[in-house]
């Protein structure tokens, strides 16, 4: 709304909050996200995140706790960015608003939220999982961003694109949806109770 009133656009001011705020956590969160990953490895003996933090410190750096940061931001942000423009597309353009005079209003709006928030995690989470592909790739070889996707090609073809879409579907779609439809039910939460106030305040 800030945005809005500055004369952004509205395209531009749905994009902005998401991709600042989804690129600074990625940024803070690379480490636990790289160690974490690392310890998925059948072939890891670590036994935690805090040993293979200590791992990848000894063995790369510093710099190697944000190995993959490019593709962990390549990643995330458009996956967050395209969640949120196809909730606001449905929202104004295809979902039919819930009628405030109706008896189930409440629950056609929270039904509403759910079909938005399904579609948006299902988008973010099928145009992203090439970058989530390269993402690991380079945490298993420890090769830089563009050598990745070269070796990727050079193995794959373009099939990596669609590599354990799957599991994805399942670790990326269910938490972006969740994310979203909690945020927008609160949002609407929100908004009901701020109009029953008004609505008694001028009954008194």
Not at 1 to 14: C, E, F, H, W, Y
Not at 163 to 190: E, Y
Request: hydrophobic share 40%; glycine share 6%.
């Amino acid at each position: 709304d800030i945005l809005k009133r500055m004369g952004v656009p509205n395209s531009v001011a749905t994009v902005i909050p998401p991709l600042l705020v989804s690129t600074g956590v990625q940024c803070l969160n690379q480490p636990l996200v790289r160690s974490s990953i690392t310890l998925q490895n059948p072939e890891s003996k670590i036994p935690n995140i805090r040993a293979s933090m200590r791992h990848i410190f000894e063995t790369h750096g510093l710099r190697g706790l944000w190995h993959g940061t490019s593709a962990g931001i390549l990643k995330t942000v458009p996956k967050y960015c395209t969640a949120v423009i196809i909730k606001d597309y449905m929202d104004s353009s295809i979902l039919p608003k819930a009628d405030p005079s109706s008896p189930t209003h409440k629950s056609d709006q929270l039904w509403r939220s759910a079909y938005k928030s399904a579609a948006a995690g299902l988008a973010g989470a099928v145009l992203t999982n090439p970058l989530d592909v390269i993402r690991n790739e380079m945490f298993k070889t420890n090769k830089p961003l563009m050598e990745t996707v070269r070796c990727l090609y050079k193995e794959m073809g373009y099939s990596f694109i669609h590599r354990g879409m799957g599991k994805n579907m399942i670790a990326v779609a269910i938490p972006v949806s969740c994310t979203i439809f909690f945020t927008d039910a609160f949002i609407q939460l929100s908004n009901n109770w701020e109009i029953e106030r008004e609505e008694k305040r001028h009954q008194n």
